[in-house]
């Protein structure tokens, strides 16, 4: 499929759209590590709250630097595992010409795996990325199946 049949796609499909290509993937890998980094930094934050909340009300300068270490860790594994999932979907997405479910489930294998990086194990790596790709997968599937039929109901509401 050329890049200008791609632009009459019905809503809903899975066809590739030129916003697909990879100076956008890039630009949106960037967007998506940077937004879940700072959903990491207030998870982080939270987290430090709840755990090392009788540290954290001490204010001294090594439980106030372990505290920001604490959450530096949680802002660059939220922004890995973003630029992990968008990166290789929109990567694959881009390769294949066509954004589905398949795309979905390298994203969310990559996510997993970069979970399963972080913490250094193997089967971790292994089991989250097998769990990303199915829960990627599934999303994709579904989301747009429902997208799809609801435009067939307003096409038809309005006929």
């Not at 913490?119 to 089991?127: D, E, N, T």
């Amino acid at each position: 499929m050329h890049h200008d049949e791609a632009s009459s796609a019905a809503p809903g499909s899975h066809e590739y759209h030129p916003r697909d290509a990879p100076t956008d993937v890039i630009g949106n890998m960037i967007t998506t590590s940077a937004k879940l980094g700072c959903v990491g930094l207030f998870a982080g934050s939270v987290h430090a709250a709840w755990v090392q909340q009788p540290a954290v009300k001490e204010f001294t300068g090594v439980l106030l630097r372990d505290t920001a270490g604490h959450l530096g860790r949680y802002s660059v594994a939220f922004a890995a595992v973003g630029a992990a999932w968008s990166g290789t979907e929109g990567f694959v997405a881009s390769l294949r010409h066509q954004r589905d479910p398949f795309s979905a489930a390298a994203g969310g294998a990559a996510a997993g795996a970069a979970l399963g990086i972080q913490r250094l194990s193997l089967p971790i790596a292994v089991s989250a990325a097998v769990a990303g790709a199915s829960i990627a997968a599934a999303a994709e599937y579904f989301g747009s199946f429902k997208q799809a039929n609801s435009h067939q109901a307003r096409a038809a509401h309005w006929n």
